[in-house]
């Protein structure tokens, strides 16, 4: 495979071609991937081939024949195996190409090498709590143990809504807003199984995530997930900045919003008696997502925040990549990279249990991509996965994490999760992450509070269409603009502005709420 200095300069040269109207990633590559509609008798003079039939945008265009079973390769990876007989120029997607199973060599950490450390450290405008974490933003939360807490929570945070009632938070400008953070689950599961466990662990990165001033934690009273036992798995204790009541102690619905309402009320003095401060960029930990991937996704938006990531951990920061089965099949170039075997080990045993986890639910891997991704030119989870990792950069694995555990490595790191956004991001959250960056290229409009959400478009097209929802345009890498160097430094110096409390355009629109999605695995009895 091309290294990322390598990958970017394929791109590059193909974009400085004025009659460039594909791309190609690797000399080995079976496939190029179209920069525009093409159409049948199109003639791709570079690589020898006329194309037959309609290729949209960002899908692949055949450049040898490939016969039935053969491999076929893309960024010099195998993505799939073509399941009929494939001509020269021909549509590469869903009706020819297919998965299937094939040797990776892990050659655990042989490509680990050293970081150099940044010359001159960055910095961003943060908030520093008591226990020396640093905030990207303060707010106070509501988490609830069961979803039948739900509504009273929501009810409390609706009080303190600035859209709403924006006398009441009027002599609070520092705090930046009160959500309640509600899910579906709590009740019905083993007491001592995995899925409580997940949920308590997850709650309680919540309940001192340091984007949190204060938590107020409430249940309904006899739900199996005891606000005591929560408190008491998670080494937590009810203080001040961390209060904790049911519905059925307070006697109501009624009662309990206002009881809510008067313990929020307490907390926003405190709350808003912070002030940023300038602390280094090592104190930045950055989620990274992609959604709505498409088939310009591995080419410009994931290796710009690729680019970024490297620039965060050069300054000492932490970059968490995530979504086990979207690096499926693309595992065995994370493993080289792997600071030492041991590390390396511990993604693989994430890729076997998600495989037996599959199998128990009769379900496959490659249900990822969705509909949108196949629209937008991805055709297997192998494809997805070797553009999704992109976003992880070039330095050393350093660790690797369960589902919202605490993250306390610095570097690049793995968590376990699944590709669904809202469930992978609320466990990174959970395990520490004062930010998001978020690649798509069909178009998300997710946001994630308590942590803001930088949204990057893939295209042009997309930053077009749905602006309104999106912070960066890596569309121009593509039109050759910008390169990938250029656009990674303008992303780090916006994660580090956006830290310092600059609104993404998720935030303005209020999202971040809905969006708590722990992960349930537990069966419901």
Known sequence: MLSPVEEKSSVKDAQQSNAARVIRLNPADDVVISLHQ????????????????????GHKVATRAIETGEAVHRYGQIIGFASQPIRAGQHVHTHNLAMGDFTRDYAYSKGARETLPAAQPATFQGIVRRDGQVATRNYIGILIS???????ARAIADYFRRDIHPEVLGAFPNVDGVVAL????????????EGLAILQRTLGGYACHPNFASVLVIGLGCETNQI?????????KEHERLRTFTIQDTGGTTATIAKGIDIIKEMLPEANAVKRETVPASHLKVGLQCGGSDGYSGITANPVLGAAVDLLVAHGGTA??????????????????????EIGRKL???????????DRHDAQMNNNPSAGNKAGGLTTVLEKSLGGIAKGGSTNLTEVYEYAQPVRARGLVFMDTPGYDPISATGQVAGGANLICFTTGRGSAYGCAPSPSVKLATNTTLW??????MDLNCGEVLEGTKTIEVLGALLFQMMLDTASGRRSRSEQ????QNEFVPWQISAIT
């Open 228 to 236: 005591s036992k929560l408190l008491e798995t998670q080494g937590l």
């Open 320 to 341: 968490i990549l995530s979504e086990t089965p979207e690096i499926y099949g693309a595992e065995h170039l994370l493993t080289r990279r792997a600071s030492t075997p």
């Open 348 to 358: 693989v045993d994430r890729i076997k249990w998600w495989e037996k986890y599959c």
């Open 464 to 469: 077009q269409r749905q602006s309104d929802d």
């Open 146 to 152: 069961v979803n039948c807490s739900a509504t009273v």
């Open 509 to 512: 629109h209020g999202y971040g």
């Open 38 to 57: 093409l159409v049948s008798g199109t003639v791709l003079a570079e690589e020898g081939v006329t194309v037959s039939g309609l290729i949209p945008p």
């Open 182 to 193: 509600t899910h579906g689950a709590g009740c019905a599961v083993d007491a001592d199984g």
